[in-house]
């Protein structure tokens, strides 16, 4: 596993490892903590910024092929669906976690980081939150090498959400090895359902939580019909 550069007490911010537990069982593979909560403050205020450069959240489809020499494959892409799927996503990648050109930055500048950069101080506190959950699951980390890739900040309306269940891993090209989100804001009535765990997660903001990608954590966002949700995902990716 590949480590992140760490940064401590950026503009206030507590990046204390002592981080509060959310109780989940111990079988369910599911680990949850949270975060400071102004880390979820300035991170919607980055995405209510930028939602000129949101787009319409997508979904995974898969088509069988047949080429000229009769072979099939299955071509994988990505559809609108909002039946299933109904956000604004701001997408980002780990590897270079700075702003999108065009994008609105937040505050001052940093000597270190240049303009201040809320993605940089999620990560540091994401960084923590994975070591508790390897304390936790510490055979998730007896597995070949993997780092955070891609991760997004969702806006999802009233009513809005990932309505169908599925799973982070859905194809053999699929990298994903862990899962990872974190509550934005607080949602009453809102959060997220796993189906054999039989399991809810409430949306409760800086609750950030990790679990395995495969169909074992089949899941679910629960939606709210009166109150809007923020979130931040992505995943750990074997590398």
């Given amino acids: 596993m590949q480590n992140y550069n760490e940064k401590q007490d950026l503009d206030g911010f507590n990046t204390n490892k002592n981080l509060e537990n959310y109780t989940t069982p111990y079988s369910s593979f599911i680990g949850a903590w949270f975060i400071d909560k102004k880390v979820c403050n300035e991170l919607i ?5 930028n939602t000129d450069l949101a787009k319409p959240g997508g979904i995974n489809n898969f088509t069988t092929l047949v080429n000229a020499a009769g072979n099939t494959f299955i071509q ?4 609108i669906n909002t039946e299933v799927k109904d956000s604004l996503d701001l997408k980002f990648n780990t590897k270079d976690p700075s702003p999108l050109p065009g994008c609105k930055v937040i505050g001052k ?6 303009p ?9 506190h994401l960084h923590e ?4 959950y390897l304390e936790r ?9 993997f780092d955070a890739g891609t991760f997004n900040i969702q806006r999802y309306q009233p009513g809005g959400g990932f309505k169908k269940w599925h799973c982070e891993r859905d194809s053999r090209d699929n990298s994903n090895h862990l899962v990872f989100m974190t509550y934005l804001n607080d949602v009453p009535e809102g959060g997220t359902e796993f189906l054999y765990q039989d399991l809810k997660l409430p949306a409760q903001k800086g ?9 074992t ?12 949700k923020y979130i931040m995902t992505g995943w750990y990716n074997y590398i």
């Avoid at 500048?109 to 240049?114: T, Y």
């Avoid at 699951?137 to 090498?145: E, M």
């Fill in 137 to 145: 699951y510490r055979y998730a980390n007896y597995v070949n090498r």
């Fill in 109 to 114: 500048m940093d000597p270190e980081w240049g």
């Fill in 45 to 49: 205020r980055f995405f209510d910024l």
């Fill in 217 to 228: 954590h089949t899941h679910k966002g629960v939606i709210s019909k009166e109150h809007e």
């Fill in 76 to 79: 994988e892409g990505t559809t």
């Fill in 129 to 132: 939150v994975l070591f508790l």
């Fill in 207 to 215: 609750l950030t939580v990790i679990w395995p990608s495969d169909w």
């Fill in 116 to 124: 201040f950069n809320p993605l940089n101080i999620y990560l540091s």
